[in-house]
């Protein structure tokens, strides 16, 4: 008879919450690495005979007398379970040897533990059984219904109040947009979270849980509190398990009902703006993280409990890979775990959902992670985030896949798969794509806009040029009449009129004499200045400066209408072809020659499209943008910012202009239109395209 291992003194086993189908469970605990394992009746039973010291005698011990059928086999695979948990006794040279074996693993894998949890590594700071076991009487009324009936009252009251001063809550927000309001947005998020905290322990002490540890976790390195609440898994009432995963939610929601009230009843000051922030902050946060059940937060674990389900998230990953198998390759596996069929569709929508969340989530980290640190670092970072979180799941399913070939046959699954990767290659991998699609502006070939050169009125005679009117070259289109200027007129020649006669009339007077050639100078100067005013005013004539047709606003041209200085009276567009102008990036401007074709689509429906030749590229990149309707301050599609001194609109990345003309559609255009511009260029791959782009990123980033 061989001797079995013995079980480590220090375990506990505790019964646990019974499974859907009614079976029990119990929890066997680890206090020295403070894990938890479900286990069956089946594994229950085999424990409870462990004295008899034989596999043997365990096995039928449990068929007779219990309704279960064991068999040696399931015996030897708890075995392996409590030795692959270090659950047993050391008691020869192989158990240490595996145990040296598995301390020396741990060792070298120090570097990758590090590399997949830098970015949440917990830190505790405290013990606080002693606290919350001394404390414990000062928040048992918190547990009452009578309290949170007393919150829902507070809450509804608040929100009355607040609604009678609706505009004054919401541009509260207006006044906390400083460095100031950052801090008190700050200090509100640590005083509520300190709170969310403390629930979740007094809630797990109230029903017999020993929280260990609370501390602080690095969140993408940013300081969160955190409370070790494993052992609610021991809590058998799926109930209480619930109100220890939604107590830092609870009491979150009640601190915004009770600052929601103070907010309303308080007066303008300090307090009034703390009670605002408590009233916002908490529960927008509790909402946007806690809630979230795609990742191990509270609403994970709220879920968790509610489906009566431990290792949710593995659990559902196991049948969504089962259902992307079984739909890709028809293996025929048998499906993980028996549960009813709409579980089984919820579980598999939960996982492909939290996979979707998940990559999103670390994506938005490794950029932040990018962006956060100097440059080798932050690419670095950026490879260890992508590659563990998002390349590695698939990387190991793809092996999974390969070590199952053999398996492989051609049915229905597989034919699909492989039409559906013929076609994914195609796109991907053969080089179809051909062209570069930019935004880009049309316009007539020669056009010019008439402008006011200082502030006016039409005069009624000559009439003045209306919309549509085909003018020829110097031809009067309207006339301003500036009260201003023919005051400053008449006022310039009076005192060059003077200026002459003293000039005439200085050799007959003395006094006039004394002032030398003075007076000389000072007339040329007041002839200087009635030239100036008339050449003005000769301004105000408003002609064309070369033959076309008259754009113009009926009311801006209406005579008699006051205009300002620098208004746009006219837009004169001369007959004849039309000119293009596209704006590439970087990327795509090297692909672009000139005498490529270039089709433009405009953006409105009636205008057919326009095939033209590029003409040139510029040697350079843009500095400024000359077409406001392609800026994105102006809804257009290129991301750019106005300069404040200049007023000029700057690209915010790097922009190449495209020059395209000889287009086909007959005559020119009457205006300026945007649109899209389809650029000939060789044919390339996505997959070339994308390798061009990693390539490009990482020359410029790190000088490669």
Same mark, same amino acid.
């Given at each position: 008879m061989v001797r079995l291992p013995q079980l480590r003194q220090e375990l506990t086993l505790t019964?646990?919450?019974?499974?859907?189908?009614?079976?029990?469970?119990?929890?066997?605990? $680890?206090?020295?690495?403070?894990?938890?394992?479900?286990?069956?009746?089946?594994?229950?039973?085999?424990?409870?005979?462990?004295?008899?010291?034989?596999?043997?005698?365990?096995v039928e011990g449990v068929n007779r007398e219990t309704t279960l059928t064991a068999t040696l086999a399931d015996f030897e695979a708890l075995v392996r379970m409590l030795r692959h948990q270090n659950l047993l006794v050391s008691s020869n040279a192989t158990d240490t040897a595996r145990l040296e074996h598995h301390d020396a693993a741990q060792q070298t894998s120090r570097t990758m533990w590090l590399l997949k949890?830098?970015?949440?590594?917990?830190?505790?700071?405290?013990?606080?059984?002693?606290?919350?076991?001394?404390?414990?009487?000062?928040?048992?009324?918190?547990?009452?219904?009578?309290?949170?009936?007393?919150?829902?009252?507070?809450?509804?009251?608040?929100?009355?109040?607040?609604?009678?001063?609706? $505009?004054?809550?919401?541009?509260?927000?207006?006044?906390?947009?400083?460095?100031?309001?950052?801090?008190?947005?700050?200090? #509100? @998020?640590?005083?509520?979270?300190?709170?969310?905290?403390?629930?979740?322990?007094?809630?797990?002490?109230?029903?017999?849980?020993?929280?260990?540890?609370?501390?602080?976790?690095?969140?993408?390195?940013?300081?969160v509190l955190y409370t070790d609440t494993t052992e609610a898994w021991k809590v058998p009432g799926r109930r209480a398990r619930l109100w220890i995963g939604a107590a830092g939610m609870l009491s979150e929601v009640a601190l915004a009902a009770f600052a929601t009230l103070a907010w309303s009843l308080l007066p303008d000051g300090p307090l009034r703006a703390g009670a605002f922030m408590l009233a916002t902050t908490t529960w927008v946060a509790t909402l946007a993280i806690n809630a979230s059940p795609f990742m191990r937060f509270d609403g994970y674990f709220l879920l968790s409990d509610w489906l009566d389900m431990p290792n949710l998230h593995d659990r559902a990953f196991a049948l969504g890979r089962w259902w992307l198998r079984e739909r890709l390759f028809g293996f025929g596996d048998p499906q993980p775990e028996p549960c009813p069929a709409s579980r089984r569709r919820f579980l598999i929508a939960f996982s492909f959902a939290t996979w979707l969340y998940r990559l999103v989530v670390f994506m938005s980290i490794a950029l932040v992670v990018y962006h956060a640190f100097f440059k080798l670092?932050?690419? @670095?970072?950026?490879?260890?985030?992508?590659?563990?979180?998002?390349?590695?799941?698939?990387?190991?399913?793809?092996?999974?896949?390969?070590?199952?070939? $053999?398996?492989?046959?051609?049915?229905?699954?597989?034919?699909?798969? #492989?039409?559906?990767?013929?076609?994914?290659?195609?796109?991907?991998?053969?080089?179809?794509?051909?062209?570069?699609?930019?935004?880009?502006?049309?316009?007539?070939?020669?056009?010019?806009?008439?402008?006011?050169?200082?502030?006016?009125?039409?005069? $009624?005679?000559?009439?003045?040029?209306?919309?549509?009117?085909?003018?020829?070259?110097?031809?009067?289109?309207?006339?301003?009449?500036?009260?201003?200027?023919?005051?400053?007129?008449?006022?310039?020649?009076?005192?060059?009129?003077m200026l002459r006669w003293e000039v005439e009339?200085?050799?007959?007077?003395?006094?006039?004499?004394?002032?030398?050639?003075?007076? #000389?100078?000072?007339?040329?100067?007041?002839?200087?200045?009635?030239?100036?005013?008339?050449?003005?005013?000769?301004?105000?004539?408003?002609?064309?400066?070369?033959?076309?047709?008259?754009?113009?606003?009926?009311?801006?041209?209406?005579?008699?209408?006051?205009?300002?200085?620098?208004?746009?009276?006219?837009?004169l567009i001369a007959p004849g072809g039309v000119k293009g102008d596209a704006y590439v990036g970087e990327d795509d401007v090297a692909r672009l020659q000139a005498g490529q074709s270039a089709t433009f689509v405009g953006s409105l429906l009636e205008l057919a499209a326009r095939h033209c030749t590029i003409d040139a590229i510029d040697k350079v990149n843009v500095a400024t943008l000359d077409a406001p309707s392609v800026a994105s301050p102006y809804g257009g599609p290129i991301p750019a910012e106005q300069n404040a001194k200049t007023r000029q609109l700057v690209p915010l990345t790097a922009t190449w202009q495209v020059r395209f003309g000889q287009c086909s559609g007959g005559n020119g255009l009457g205006r300026e239109i945007t649109g899209t511009a389809h650029l000939g260029a060789g044919r390339q791959s996505f997959a070339v395209e994308g390798v061009r782009f990693v390539a490009a990123v990482l020359q410029r980033e790190v000088g490669f």
């Open positions: 019964p646990g919450a019974a499974t859907p189908d009614g079976a029990p469970t119990w929890m066997l605990h $680890d206090p020295a690495a403070n894990r938890f394992f479900q286990i069956g009746w089946l594994a229950f039973e085999l424990l409870a005979r462990w004295p008899l010291d034989d596999a043997r005698a365990i949890h830098y970015l949440m590594i917990r830190i505790p700071l405290w013990h606080p059984m002693p606290f919350l076991r001394a404390a414990e009487r000062y928040v048992r009324f918190a547990f009452r219904p009578v309290s949170w009936v007393v919150v829902a009252l507070v809450a509804l009251i608040g929100l009355i109040l607040v609604s009678r001063h609706w $505009d004054e809550f919401v541009h509260t927000f207006h006044n906390y947009s400083d460095w100031r309001g950052l801090i008190g947005v700050g200090i #509100a @998020l640590g005083f509520a979270k300190i709170l969310h905290e403390f629930a979740h322990a007094f809630t797990a002490q109230r029903y017999g849980c020993r929280v260990p540890t609370m501390g602080i976790a690095l969140l993408v390195m940013l300081p670092l932050g690419m @670095l970072l950026f490879c260890v985030e992508f590659g563990w979180f998002i390349m590695r799941p698939v990387w190991r399913e793809a092996q999974a896949t390969w070590q199952r070939r $053999d398996e492989l046959r051609w049915c229905r699954e597989t034919r699909r798969s #492989a039409v559906l990767a013929a076609v994914l290659l195609g796109v991907f991998v053969l080089p179809w794509h051909a062209g570069v699609s930019a935004p880009a502006v049309l316009a007539p070939q020669r056009a010019q806009g008439l402008y006011t050169v200082a502030p006016g009125y039409v005069a $009624d005679t000559p009439p003045p040029a209306r919309d549509g009117q085909h003018v020829r070259a110097g031809e009067t289109l309207a006339v301003l009449v500036s009260p201003d200027l023919e005051a400053q007129l008449a006022s310039a020649t009076t005192n060059e009129a009339q200085q050799s007959f007077d003395d006094r006039l004499q004394k002032q030398g050639t003075a007076l #000389a100078r000072r007339w040329e100067s007041a002839r200087q200045t009635v030239a100036g005013l008339q050449a003005q005013i000769a301004q105000l004539t408003i002609t064309a400066p070369f033959e076309g047709t008259v754009q113009a606003n009926d009311d801006a041209q209406a005579a008699g209408t006051w205009l300002p200085r620098g208004e746009r009276i006219y837009d």
